[in-house]
């Protein structure tokens, strides 16, 4: 039985290599045990995300959506189960702790452009440091994908210097530069006001349209999931596993109007009703760790 | 109505060429502040004149000369080469055990923030070492060292050597971890992780380091030169000016070495001040 769930996993994630940047998340289960204390983050989540798929992962706060980005980052072990990148593993039994890699780029919740360097640093530091380009080589096409961006302007100025969007905007360059096969966004916009935000929702469905990467975006932000994704991925909460995924067939390109659309508005309501179960759940968990 | 658009031109003009002038004409915590400070010179100088108030004397101003005679012993001193010497010597003392406190410590506490082995061996001497007053070391110090110039290096470094390292430690350690996980994602080898962000993420806290240990660096300073005294192979130095004048019963000429002092620290912190935006053009903004 289990061979054949691991062979039918297995046929899903070849067929839809057509592209690059397929990620499968076979059975992972993160326990923390900080001194004893056993914290499961994770339990058995599976999720088939395919090459080019903007695949959104909704739940409540702390409910282990980051933990399992900071597993697929390389940034955690994971303790059971296994991930694999276009069909290559990248974490499991024997290796629980994957290589970081430019092939998987992170755009942080609080942002994590260095403040030290210009826009244009920041975005040229990749290819540099892994010498895949010229320091000069590397400066011009960073210069080039600012230009691309509309952030052209800002490109000598130092984070500090300009928006929170343009910032935003600009980390989510520094990743692209390096061409990975997956963008993983852990909450890039969540402490942006609504207007911002569906600026920034515009600038990046606009880059995706160019570039097709994969697209792992963890958000609790409802209208931003169905907005943006191919797939809404609704977690339980903490331990955290597939609760719900809802299918969102509504073609690119993507502009704002959409978020007027009846179809959009069933969406929301298709996927609000399993996130609200959720957040209940954790908000009563909450109270218990409180007590 | 175009005469009037046009004068109101002609008016913003005139505004904005002089607008840098009457904004700092203008500036009232620049007035609050220079009045405050005639002020005082005017009280003191009241007070340490008129010695009694209503048959009581004035306490701590009254037994002091006023701002007038300080004055004019300053333009007296002045022309003396010997003071010229004491800034030269002191600030010699000041920058001699501050650079080498900056080349040894700066290396020592970025070696005790990345690396484990280190840090479990000489963090624990260093933090036995570190409460120890500088001056509690000028005994130990004659012992240890041939002259008395030396001496009072050594003591000068100590003083900015221990605030130096636990700046650079703490402000390495708490860089935040998201720096070294997007660098490492991006392929950044051991040595690029030090130099391109370890290195740059520490500078702000190398620098307060550096300001706190400067000022350190002088009050070491003038209280070693005070012990040392003339000494026969060396001497001077704004501390030895302070306290020659109070044995040479020269009131005024203590206080224009206190205010040379001032001074003299002031200069140092500005330079380091300095320094560090030229070495961090981003905190330029903040």
Known sequence: MAVKEKNAAQKISSTTAKGRGAVSIRNVTKIYDPEGVNVMAVDNCSLEIAAGEVCMIVGPSGCGKTTLLNVIAGFHSLTSGEIYLDDELLCGPDKPLAEQGADRMVVFQNGALFPWKSLLDNVAYGPMVQGILSKSDALDKARDMLDEAGLLDVADKFPGEVSSGMARRAEIVRALINDPKVLLLDEPYRAMDALTKSIMHEALLEMYDRTKVTIFFITHDLEEAIFLGDRAVVMTTRPAEVKKIVSVKIPRPRDYKLLSSEQFRLLVEEAKEAVHEEAIKAFEAGERELA | ?286
């Open chain 2, 1 to 286: 109505m175009t005469d009037a658009v046009q004068s109101a031109h002609d008016t913003t003009a005139v505004v904005a060429k002089r607008s840098k002038l009457r904004k700092l004409a203008e500036n009232k915590t620049l007035w609050r502040g220079i009045t405050a400070i005639v002020l005082f010179v005017l009280f003191w100088e009241i007070c340490s004149q008129s010695k009694e108030w209503f048959g009581i004397q004035v306490p701590f101003i009254g037994k002091i000369p006023p701002p007038s005679a300080v004055l004019d012993s300053w333009v007296e001193v002045l022309q003396r080469p010997g003071y010229w010497q004491s800034w030269y010597l002191s600030f010699m003392r000041v920058f001699l055990g501050f650079i080498i406190a900056m080349i040894v410590g700066i290396p020592f506490g970025m070696a005790l923030a990345v690396n484990r082995y280190f840090r479990d061996i000489f963090f624990p001497p260093f933090e036995v070492l570190r409460p120890i007053p500088p001056l509690a070391w000028v005994p130990a110090s004659i012992i240890f060292w041939p002259t008395t110039e030396l001496s009072i290096a050594f003591v000068t470094f100590l003083g900015a050597f221990f605030t130096i390292v636990i700046n650079v430690l703490g402000g390495a350690r708490t860089i935040d971890v998201q720096y070294l996980r997007a660098a490492q994602s991006m392929g950044a080898s051991q040595w690029d992780l030090f130099r391109r962000i370890i290195l740059p993420g520490t500078l702000p806290s190398i620098f307060t380091g550096a300001a706190v240990g400067m000022g350190i660096t002088w009050e070491v300073v003038v209280a070693a030169e005070m012990i040392s005294g003339g000494g026969q192979q060396s001497g001077g130095g704004l501390g030895f000016f302070l306290w020659s004048s109070y044995m040479g019963g020269s009131m005024a000429q203590v206080i224009v070495g206190m205010i040379s002092i001032g001074i003299a620290g002031y200069v140092s912190s500005s330079l380091i001040r300095y320094i560090g935006q030229l070495f961090m053009p981003w905190r330029r903004i903040f």
